[in-house]
């Protein structure tokens, strides 16, 4: 499968503790995006790299919240001191640059904050 | 901020029936793109449209990109359970990095 990976798919954990995702975008896509989405929501803009560098942050992002992506390949992002706010769904996306905008998502990576 | 506004957010119909999905800005978009999302799923892409006016069809489903490319709508036409998920649109940029912003998006179900 040459699609976009992310793990884990679900993830429990108590408030005040971390957690990091990780996103593994379609091989030859040089973009890489994190979205947030809650319940019967449409996904949230959180931050994209082209390559390893990180071009934009949305304002949604706290401090708590930080994203890497050092070779230019998988990317990770990392949750500090969780709070229940932050339970959603966590999608990653990959795109070539290209003008049409095309994102291929992942599955998500589900994040339930007790 | 550019916003993206879905109307109807839920829909429930009977097999057979046709429906229309509608997704409005005041913000004007280079591209706009329309994706069917599963529960527990990420979105799938399902058309792009690129230029004020243009209709693309797939199998069942019409999609319509304003004159002023500001507003999409997506049609379709006797709707089988398998339609059944969320439907987001979705408008790109150029100048924001490709960046997309999403409706709210619009759950529809088909009851057999």
């Known amino acids: 499968d040459t699609g976009v990976s992310q793990d884990p798919r679900h993830k429990i954990t108590k408030r005040g503790q971390n957690v990091t995702f990780r996103c593994d975008p379609i091989?030859?896509?040089?973009?890489l995006y994190w979205y947030r989405q809650t319940l019967g929501q449409g996904p949230e803009f959180l931050t994209y790299?082209?390559?390893?560098?990180?071009?934009?942050k949305s304002r949604l992002l706290s401090d708590r919240f930080s994203a890497e992506r050092p070779k230019g390949s998988f990317s990770t992002l990392e949750i500090q001191r969780t709070e229940q706010g932050d339970s959603a769904m966590y999608l990653c996306?990959?795109?070539?640059?290209?003008?049409?905008?095309?994102?291929?998502f992942g599955e998500g990576s589900r994040l339930t904050v007790l | 901020t550019q916003l993206l506004e879905q109307s109807p957010q839920f829909l429930s119909i009977q097999e057979g029936e046709n429906l229309t999905v509608y997704c409005n800005s005041s913000?004007?978009?280079?591209?706009l793109q329309w994706y069917r999302q599963e529960p527990g799923e990420g979105p799938v892409l399902l058309v792009t449209?690129?230029?004020?006016?243009e209709v693309k069809k797939l199998k069942r489903l019409t999609f319509q990109f304003g004159d002023a490319r500001k507003d999409s709508s997506l049609h379709i036409t006797a709707a089988q359970p398998g339609d059944t998920g969320l439907y987001l649109c979705?408008?790109?940029?150029?100048?924001?990095?490709?960046?997309?912003?999403f409706g709210g998006g619009t759950r529809l179900m088909v009851k057999p």
């Open positions: 979705a408008g790109s940029n150029n100048n924001a990095g490709n960046m997309l912003t």
């Open positions: 091989s030859e896509h040089n973009r």
């Open positions: 913000s004007v978009f280079s591209s």
């Open positions: 449209v690129v230029t004020g006016g």
């Open positions: 790299f082209q390559n390893e560098a990180q071009l934009e």
């Open positions: 996306a990959s795109s070539l640059f290209m003008n049409t905008g095309e994102l291929f």
